[in-house]
């Protein structure tokens, strides 16, 4: 029996359909919903899954991943790659990863600007670094290391954050930006974590989207988040991905959409997992704004070209 530990490189290439996300919506891959969707017959839109879940040589993972991506366009999503680290890139993990790649050949590739303490996927063992530049030196590093394992550019998530770090000497959003030009990499714009981090630290979101380099945006995350309060009474909310996407969060994505056209964008849900119909509801909610907004954008950059 081959352990989780073992790379997937030995399986021969399958054949996949070569499908496009542009301008489509997507939900969160999950086991449970295999059946479901496998019923849908109007769902166009993509599915997101984290590499750390298919990991392993084979089995049931795959045997899912496979079905899915016959059908549909996929997203892999690392979380524990640890670009933001100090420590070198886990090779194993690398090769595992680049061999997800080379094996489902997704759509897009992303991972987060954070880093982690260890294997195990909990999203509030994300953590954020330091804006300095030695801290940018080695997520560049990091990121050409993966770009170079993958054969092509990912794509790099804004964190959530939660505290904020003294010894930073630039701007999250010129940290992003300058990662981008050093590396050729793209960004995954999380529209929920820009409100969370906004909340928790007294900044409005819009004004973090202005410094954004919204040019090199190739993906859209949508996700729930929790409200609470800090031991002052100020609130403070946490990126749970266990519920609907909030109606602010919806208003800064509709923003983001009419200013920059139609990204792919996917709904996040991890925890509290409900039916597929709810995730596609919303996944259907995202793409009635890209689908509205489309027509105005190609008609702006048309006359944009034309004067
Ligand atoms: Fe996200």
């Known amino acids: 029996?081959?352990?989780?530990?073992?790379?997937?490189r030995s399986h021969h290439r399958l054949r996949f359909p070569n499908h496009s996300v542009a301008g489509r919506a997507g939900a969160s891959f999950k086991p449970e919903h295999l059946s479901a969707i496998a019923a849908e017959t109007a769902f166009e839109g993509f599915f997101e899954v984290h590499a750390?879940?298919?990991?392993?040589?084979?089995?049931?993972?795959?045997?899912?991943?496979a079905a899915i991506r016959q059908?549909?366009?996929?997203?892999?999503?690392?979380?524990?790659?640890?670009?933001?680290?100090?420590?070198?890139?886990?090779?194993?993990?690398?090769?595992?990863?680049a061999a997800l790649?080379?094996?489902?050949?997704?759509?897009?590739?992303?991972?987060?600007?954070?880093?982690?303490?260890h294997d195990d996927v909990f999203l509030s063992d994300l953590l954020p670094l330091p804006y300095t530049r030695e801290t940018l030196d080695h997520v560049c590093a990091h990121v050409s290391q993966v770009q170079e394992a993958i054969g092509r550019p990912i794509l790099?998530?804004?964190?959530?954050?939660?505290?904020?770090?003294?010894?930073?000497?630039?701007?999250?959003?010129?940290?992003?930006?300058e990662m981008a030009r050093r590396t050729g990499c793209g960004l995954l714009l999380d529209v929920n974590n820009v409100f969370v981090s906004a909340t928790n630290h007294g900044f409005r979101a819009i004004d973090y989207l202005m410094d954004f380099p919204l040019e090199h945006v190739g993906e859209i995350h949508l996700a729930g988040h929790d409200?609470?309060?800090?031991?002052?009474?100020?609130?403070?909310?946490?990126?749970?991905?266990?519920?609907?996407?909030?109606?602010?969060?919806?208003?800064?994505?509709?923003?983001v959409i009419r200013?920059?056209?139609?990204?792919p964008t996917l709904v996040?849900?991890?925890?509290?997992?409900?039916?597929?119909?709810?995730?596609?509801?919303?996944?259907?909610?995202?793409?009635?704004?890209?689908?509205?907004?489309?027509?105005?954008?190609?008609?702006?950059?048309?006359?944009?070209?034309?004067?």
């Open 156 to 177: 790099m998530e804004n964190p959530a954050t939660y505290v904020l770090f003294p010894e930073s000497t630039c701007a999250e959003t010129d940290f992003i930006r």
């Open 52 to 65: 750390e879940n298919h990991m392993g040589a084979g089995g049931a993972p795959h045997a899912a991943l």
């Open 1 to 8: 029996m081959m352990s989780d530990q073992t790379p997937v």
């Open 227 to 255: 409200e609470q309060f800090d031991d002052e009474g100020r609130p403070l909310l946490i990126d749970t991905h266990d519920r609907a996407v909030a109606d602010p969060v919806w208003a800064l994505y509709d923003t």
């Open 71 to 97: 059908r549909f366009p996929v997203s892999l999503h690392g979380v524990t790659m640890s670009i933001g680290g100090p420590q070198r890139l886990d090779p194993a993990h690398l090769a595992r990863f």
């Open 268 to 307: 996040e849900w991890d925890n509290d997992v409900p039916d597929w119909s709810v995730l596609r509801d919303e996944a259907r909610a995202a793409q009635h704004i890209l689908d509205r907004h489309a027509d105005h954008y190609l008609l702006g950059k048309r006359h944009a070209a034309l004067s």
């Open 259 to 263: 200013q920059c056209g139609p990204i």
């Open 101 to 117: 790649v080379e094996r489902y050949e997704p759509a897009l590739v992303s991972e987060h600007l954070a880093w982690s303490t």
